[in-house]
Structures are given as structure tokens and as C-alpha cells.
């Protein structure tokens, strides 16, 4: 179909819309809204998006290199500033607004700024689960660190004292909102770490993103990192996530849920006891019934019975070898005794008394020695003389040495 030739009376579509397109494009504005739509497929050369307030909507689209470069990333229900002029794809006759810049606008430029060091401190590892300290299961002295005013530090304190009435509190109380609420906390986590505490609660009650802010600060995060004590955390309500709780030790989802992650209750701790008794008696019973019958079956055994049945074949051994070396002994002795008869035959032949029957006598001086030879004795001296049957006494009236063997 051939263009149509324009008159005063009347436009052609194309002309119109260039007409449209032409004053458009001369419009540079700023615009603020909310991101309804948003797509950004790979290999798409721009970015499109809707932003809205509460009665209208608008179509955006931003070229890819130009997004990149802005350094956000957006998300339905990010607010933001866009700025740029109206566009008119004329062969859709579709209107769009093409953003040259984007920023977010008042809590979206808070949130752009906490995710950029969430990412910060993620990368440094101060993140890492495997770096955060256990809590304590029945920790003796905890550390509280919250506001002095408000609902909060009572329930905290009346959860504690329900569940766990012997552990002593140290608590310091500080502003939570504000420029200086950053660190006054850092002073009082200190505080609290210097007296000795075994964990420390760190948490304030619910409020807006720009209330929790000061939970979201660098100095705080490294300082919660830095403690060497367990740090729990319960700041808002369950949907709010700080930096503080990137970094703590355990995130509760509130300050009463914080009380409770670092105490037992004592209800449930005697129930505890009570079930580990019952279960350290039933084992023990059972471990005794067990032994007592591996006892009886042992005690029920022939060897333990009778005692003899261990050594049975020993002993039957031992009254065989007896009854052997008997018999040995026996035999020997019967050898023994002929040589002991021939041996105390000879003694008797040369037994003194048997020469004596003989014939014989043997003297002896006074001093009572055997004179061998005359030289032993002198005239006049005493003798006795032994004889068979007794002895005389006698003196010497004479000596007379004899030769050779006459008697």
C-alpha cells in the first residue's frame, strides 16, 4: 500500500506518528516509581521494565550496555529513578520511556547499598558457617545487648529467667536507631565480652529498613566477627535479615526466639535427666541380665562343675608316672641291698671291737691318746688298756722296744 500524501486536512499514520515520535523525543525528564515488570533475557540488546505508581503504569527499556553500567541490579518492587526521554517505536505505534540513567530511590538505594557489602563481607569470609563459634548449651552467664526502653529487654529478660533462673545477666543497654546506635553497640558488645559472659545477645525489636540500618553498618559487622564469644542475634521480625545476622554466630528470627536459642527450659531439661536416667537404668539392668546369664551358662559347664575335669588327664598322668617310679624304685632297691649286706660285712670285719674279741687291746695315756709306740709313754705313767669286755687301768713299770713284726 503506497504512502499517503499528507494534506491540511488530514495525516497519514506514519506521519502522525512521527510527529508524535518527534515531540516526544524532545521531553528529558526524571521519573520515580516501583518496578512492576521486568525482563532481562541473555542475548536481549536492552533491558524492559515497568514502572508504576498507584494509577499508572509505565513501559521502560534500557539498553544493555547502559544498564550494565549503572551497577544495580533490579527486582520487582524495587523503587527507582529513571531518566530519559519518550520513545515511539513507530511500527507498533507502542510508546516506551528510554532510560539513559537508573538509580534506586529511598530504601532501594539502602537495600542496593546492603547487598553490595553483604557481598563485601561474604567475600572476606566473614560469612563462612564454618568459621561461626557453637553456642553453649547451658551457658552460666549471658550477655544482653538492646535497647534499655521498650518491650523487648523484658521479654528477653522473663524468657531467660522461665527457661534458665540460674544464669546470671550482664546486660548493657544502648540506643539501636541513629547515627551513633552503630557504636554504642560495638562499645557495649565489648563490655559485655570483657566481663566474662558465655554467649551474648544481640537484638532490638521490629521497625522499618531505615530503622534496622544501624545493624546494617561495617564497623558493627567486623566487631561482631572479631568477638571470640558466640554471638546470637534477633533483630526485627522473621522476614528481616541484617548484616549483624550474616555475621553473628546463630540468627534468630526475634529477640524472644534469641532467648530461647541460647537457654534450656527447665521443664524440658528435668524431663532431659529423667529420660537419660531411665535409659542409663534400663541399660544397666539390662547389661546385669545379660552378664548374669552368660555367668549361669558359664557356672552350668562340666569344667565348672567339677573342678577335677580341668586336670582329669593330668592327674591320671601323674598316678601313672607315681606308680611307675615305684616299681623302679623298687627294683633298685633290692640291688641296693645285697651291696649294702657285702658292705657292712667288711666294716664289721674291721670294726676295733671285732679285733679286740681277738686277742687284742689298745692302750691310751692319761690324756686318753692311742699309743701307737713306746716313745708316747714313760715309766711310772698311768694307762688305761681296752679289752674286749673292759678296760684296766694300769702304770708303766717298763718300756722294751721290739724287732722286727714278734709280738
Not at 34 to 48: F, H, I, N, P, T
Not at 93 to 114: C, H, K, P, T, Y
Not at 278 to 290: C, D, H, L, Q, Y
Request: with cysteine; aromatic share 6%.
Amino acid at each position: 500500500m503506497a504512502d499517503e500524501v499528507a494534506t491540511p486536512d488530514h495525516y497519514s499514520v506514519s506521519d502522525a506518528l512521527l510527529i508524535a515520535k518527534t515531540g516526544l523525543e524532545s521531553i528529558r525528564i526524571k521519573i520515580i516509581g516501583e518496578v512492576s515488570e521486568l525482563s532481562d533475557k541473555r542475548g536481549y540488546k536492552a533491558v524492559y521494565f515497568t514502572i508504576k505508581d498507584a494509577k499508572s503504569a509505565l513501559p521502560c527499556l534500557m539498553w544493555k550496555n547502559k544498564y550494565d553500567s549503572a551497577g544495580i541490579e533490579l527486582a520487582v518492587g524495587s523503587l527507582v529513578e529513571v531518566s530519559g526521554k519518550f520513545s515511539l517505536y513507530a511500527a507498533k505505534g507502542r510508546m516506551n520511556f528510554d532510560v539513559d540513567s537508573i538509580n534506586l530511590a529511598g530504601e532501594g538505594e539502602l537495600r542496593m547499598q546492603v547487598a553490595k557489602l553483604a557481598k563485601k563481607l561474604e567475600a572476606e569470609g566473614l560469612t563462612d558457617p564454618s568459621k561461626k563459634l557453637p553456642i553453649p548449651t547451658m551457658p552460666a552467664k549471658i550477655g544482653l545487648v538492646t535497647s534499655p526502653r521498650g518491650a523487648v529487654v523484658h521479654d528477653v529478660i522473663r524468657t531467660l529467667r522461665r527457661r534458665m533462673p540460674f544464669a546470671n545477666v550482664v546486660f548493657a543497654g544502648v540506643g539501636v536507631e541513629g547515627a551513633n546506635a552503630p557504636a554504642d553497640m560495638i562499645k557495649a558488645l565489648d563490655a559485655v565480652s570483657s566481663a566474662g559472659v558465655d554467649v551474648i545477645i544481640l537484638c532490638r525489636g521490629g521497625g522499618s529498613f531505615e530503622d534496622l540500618m544501624p545493624f546494617n553498618d561495617e564497623a558493627l559487622a567486623l566487631k561482631i566477627a572479631e568477638i571470640q564469644t558466640p554471638i546470637v542475634t534477633g533483630i526485627g521480625h522473621e522476614p528481616d535479615t541484617t548484616i549483624a545476622d550474616l555475621v553473628s554466630d546463630f540468627r534468630a528470627s526475634t529477640p524472644t526466639g534469641a532467648a530461647e536459642a541460647v537457654s534450656i527450659n527447665a521443664e524440658e531439661l528435668i524431663a532431659n535427666f529423667a529420660a537419660h536416667i531411665e535409659k542409663a537404668k534400663t541399660s544397666i539392668i539390662g547389661r546385669v541380665n545379660a552378664t548374669s546369664q552368660m555367668l549361669n551358662q558359664i557356672a552350668s559347664r562340666p569344667i565348672f562343675a567339677d573342678g577335677t575335669k580341668l586336670f582329669e588327664t593330668e592327674f591320671q598322668t601323674l598316678d601313672y608316672n607315681q606308680e611307675k617310679l615305684q616299681r623302679m624304685l623298687g627294683e633298685l632297691s633290692k640291688k641296693y641291698d645285697n651291696q649294702i649286706s657285702l658292705a657292712a660285712a667288711k666294716l664289721q670285719d674291721k670294726s676295733p671291737l671285732v679285733i679286740l674279741s681277738r686277742g687284742y687291746a689298745a692302750a691310751k695315756t692319761s690324756e686318753g691318746k692311742i699309743v701307737k709306740n713306746i716313745s708316747q709313754v714313760s715309766e711310772g705313767a698311768k694307762m688305761s688298756v681296752r679289752v674286749s669286755d673292759g678296760v684296766i687301768d694300769t702304770n708303766v713299770e717298763r718300756t722294751q722296744k721290739l724287732d722286727g713284726d714278734s709280738i
